[in-house]
């Protein structure tokens, strides 16, 4: 385990093999086609606005878009407990504790992947990370051999050392333009999992995934964001003093709300009733999609 924290600090990722239990992951994959099925409603993260699964399926019965925060949805139970017990697990939380070296994690945001959007390549920074910046663990967990037929996700190992932050205040067009030029400078590797594998990375590590190569292939996986509960929520370049009376304060403030219950990990949407019915208002007043990282165009 050791060896792995090096693997982490000197790479930017990591890749722990057979960490998620096959009974788990077969009881998520029931859950996800029985709720196809049934129709509901969802947040997609790839289009940002609420749907309905059946307009997303494609001819071989894939969901097209991303669930966001699927472990909420209180229409859902099956698929939100045995979620909760892969994305909240002690199997994750040991791991995040060999590296990072803090104790206790709070989950922010999640992702459920039937087939492969593609996503441009990022540092997880500009959206989400801690504050001060750094502290975040992201984790992509394959709930499928992963081959790269139905596309594959991908990393640029040492990338998270770049010391330029030339990124933070730049509108979205001209991120995007700096990290295509800073994936020039590093060499892209591609990473094909077996089921259970999970990899682990840097919010400041250059990363993306491919679209579906063969039609009719899926990419099943999961994805989470974890930061440790004694950060507070950054992201964008925020880097505040952590000793600051202010900075202890919100921190006491914010952390007293943290019970974990039957969970390793603490999650960050605590109120799964308010999600949901935000949601079906939002539905209901017919929203647009928001696609800041628009996949149409890559």
């Known amino acids: 385990m050791t060896n792995l924290a090096k693997e982490y600090i000197e790479n930017g990722y990591v890749i722990v093999p057979n960490l998620i239990p096959d009974e788990r992951i077969l009881n998520l994959l029931n859950c996800l086609e029985n709720l196809k099925k049934r129709n509901c409603l969802y947040y997609s993260q790839s289009e940002h606005n609420w749907r309905f ?35 909240q697990s002690k199997e994750i939380n040991e791991i995040l504790k060999k590296l990072s070296g803090e104790d206790k994690f709070c989950m922010w945001q999640n992702m459920l992947f039937d087939k492969s959007t593609g996503t441009l390549d990022h540092l997880d920074t500009y959206y989400l990370d801690t504050d001060p910046m750094g502290g975040l663990v992201a984790a992509w967990i394959a709930l499928e051999n992963i081959d790269g037929e139905g596309g594959s996700f991908h990393v640029f190992p040492g990338s998270h050392k770049e010391s330029s932050r030339d990124w933070i205040n730049k509108p979205h067009k001209d991120y995007v333009y700096w990290c295509k030029e800073l994936a020039s400078k590093y060499k892209k590797k591609e990473a094909l999992l077996n089921k259970g594998d999970v990899l682990f990375w840097h919010p400041n590590l250059l990363h993306g995934s491919s679209n579906q190569k063969v039609e009719g292939k899926s990419r099943k996986s999961l994805t989470a964001h974890y930061y440790p509960i004694s950060f507070l929520k950054g992201g964008g370049g925020i880097n505040s003093d952590k000793n600051s009376k202010s900075y202890l304060k919100k921190l006491s403030s914010r952390n007293k709300s943290f019970k974990f219950l039957n969970y390793s990990i603490e999650s960050d949407n605590k109120n799964d009733l308010l999600f949901c019915t935000k949601g079906i208002i939002k539905y209901l007043l017919k929203n647009k999609p928001r696609l800041q990282m628009d996949r149409r165009k890559y």
Not at 57 to 81: Q, R, V
């Open 53 to 87: 699964i059946k307009s997303d399926l494609d001819k071989n019965n894939l969901i097209e878009s991303s669930f966001e925060n699927f472990t909420n949805l209180i229409w859902a139970k099956g698929l939100s407990k045995v979620g909760k017990q892969i994305l």
